[in-house]
């Protein structure tokens, strides 16, 4: 029940993830236009990839070790201030870095202010502390606050962003909700631990270390290929390259978003479950999540990949059609990065093999140097899309020849083919549809009405096995008793 309750406050937070920005971020591209949205996208990537850095392996690290000792509210205490200390001096010193690329970086001098703005943000992320949430389960908090901050992010949208102008606004607002998540933080962080035990005397920094380093070390080969791919085109290319490329990869990440949330609450049970010998049930949990991720991405790529013009063309407007074929391109990173937040960082995580997720990164990290300055300075953001894809399908196919050698993955190839037979539907429903609705607004909706239609029919009642099928029929049983 604990697991279903995370599963179901995540997969809520992964929505607003998805809906807030689906609101805000077409009025943004409409309203600065492809260049301001690349140079914004440039910046943002820009802090995120030092949040990635200063983290040090900590959001995977602190979620594994705040679940460990949850129990114990001393332990807790400690355990929770040495890994926030070890963030903070990661960010103090990564700021200053920073700082100097600002005036040493003709790209980043170029926009001093908004890099300003942008090294502030970076630095107060060393309070989201969602590491620390999510391991004590706190999947309604962080849903919660997380609902309400993006609420209040849309109004000050369209209040402080009327021009092309007031692009800079943008950082100046992330700040600000930074700022307001820290003092919610703050309080509830007050609540669940003791800091009145607290001895700073006996804190034991060294301990973590070691197993960080090796975090970090895969956390950095990942970064090189999942966070510096935007930095990268913005470097060997152009601003308006970026922008094209950031928005038709931001639309699929928000996908990706909302599948891992699935992953990300199951996380902490499978830790617990591996932990206390419960390796049964532990198989289990991880079928279940690879059946529901398969059966939900895959519509979800095809739907992208065929009804791209009309999504770009809605959402952003035809000055965006550069950002078809890439959207088109990175579609499939959905099913690709679900996968991979199975066999990757909830088994090999789960499990403790750290060292075959970092061989998988430093395979995804050479895969994509090579690749990048291959292809981006010819081919721009297509050359790009097509490096993030091909590079993330390196990584996936690491993570599931180590997960072979943990655990057995037999019927998981049947569940896979089934699916894709499942998929010979939904084309005949988007290409009679295109045919015959003119409207494009209209043609979509139509076309998600009786794909999901057909989702649940062939869920509910062709697939043998299902899980959809096996969840609703306890659901009825148990309404049935109650009544």
């Not at 205490?77 to 963030?87: G, L, R, V």
């Not at 043609?443 to 099928?469: C, E």
Request: overall charge positive.
């Amino acid at each position: 029940m604990e697991t279903r309750k995370n599963v179901f406050y995540n997969v809520l937070l992964a929505i607003t993830q998805v809906l807030f920005p689906l609101i805000t971020f077409p009025y943004l591209a409409r309203t600065l236009g492809p260049e301001h949205v690349g140079v914004l996208n440039f910046a943002e990537s820009f802090a995120r990839y030092f949040v990635l850095l200063a983290a040090l392996g900590i959001p995977i690290y602190g979620v594994r070790e705040v679940a460990k000792v949850a129990a114990d509210r001393t332990l807790l205490t400690k355990t929770a201030t040495e890994i926030f200390i070890i963030n903070a001096l990661g960010t103090v010193f990564l700021s200053l870095i920073f700082l100097a690329f600002i005036y040493w970086l003709p790209q980043l001098s170029a926009e001093k202010t908004l890099f300003n703005w942008a090294l502030l943000y970076f630095i107060l992320q060393v309070f989201q502390l969602e590491w620390f949430f999510s391991g004590m389960n706190q999947f309604k908090f962080i849903a919660i606050r997380s609902l309400l901050i993006r609420l209040f992010f849309i109004a000050v949208v369209f209040l402080f962003i009327r021009s092309t102008n007031d692009y800079v606004n943008y950082f100046r607002m992330q700040v600000g909700l930074a700022v307001v998540l820290a003092a919610l933080n703050g309080k509830r962080l007050w609540d669940l631990l003791d800091f009145s035990s607290l001895s700073f005397a006996k804190l034991e920094l060294k301990k973590h270390l070691k197993p960080l380093a090796l975090l970090f070390l895969t956390i950095f080969t990942i970064s090189v290929y999942f966070s510096l791919d935007t930095i990268l085109l913005g470097f060997l290319a152009d601003n308006e390259s970026v922008g094209y490329y950031s928005s038709a990869l931001k639309l699929n990440r928000l996908f990706i978003g909302v599948l891992s949330a699935i992953s990300v609450a199951m996380f902490p049970g499978l830790v617990n479950l591996y932990h206390h010998g419960n390796k049964e049930e532990f198989v289990v949990m991880v079928k279940q999540c690879f059946y529901v991720l398969l059966s939900l991405s895959m519509p979800l790529v095809l739907g992208i990949i065929t009804c791209a013009p009309e999504i770009i063309h809605i959402l952003f407007g035809k000055a965006f059609d550069r950002a078809i074929l890439p959207l088109q391109i990175t579609a499939p990173l959905i099913l690709i990065i679900s996968m991979s937040g199975i066999f990757g960082f909830q088994i090999l995580s789960a499990v403790g093999k750290d060292k075959s997720i970092l061989i998988s990164a430093f395979m995804g990290m050479l895969i994509s140097i090579i690749l990048a300055f291959q292809l981006v300075p010819i081919y721009q953001e297509n050359g790009a899309a097509l490096t993030i894809l091909l590079t993330e399908l390196t990584v996936c196919l690491a993570f599931i020849f180590f997960t072979r050698k943990e655990i057995a993955l037999s019927n998981y190839s049947l569940v896979f083919f089934q699916q894709i037979a499942g998929l010979i539907p939904y084309l005949g429903i988007v290409f009679l549809f295109k045919l015959f609705v003119p409207t494009l607004l209209l043609r979509l909706l139509v076309i998600g009405i009786f794909s999901l239609a057909w989702f649940v029919v062939l869920q509910m009642f062709i697939l043998p096995n299902s899980l959809f099928r096996m969840q609703w029929n306890r659901l009825a049983d148990r309404f049935t008793k109650e009544v």
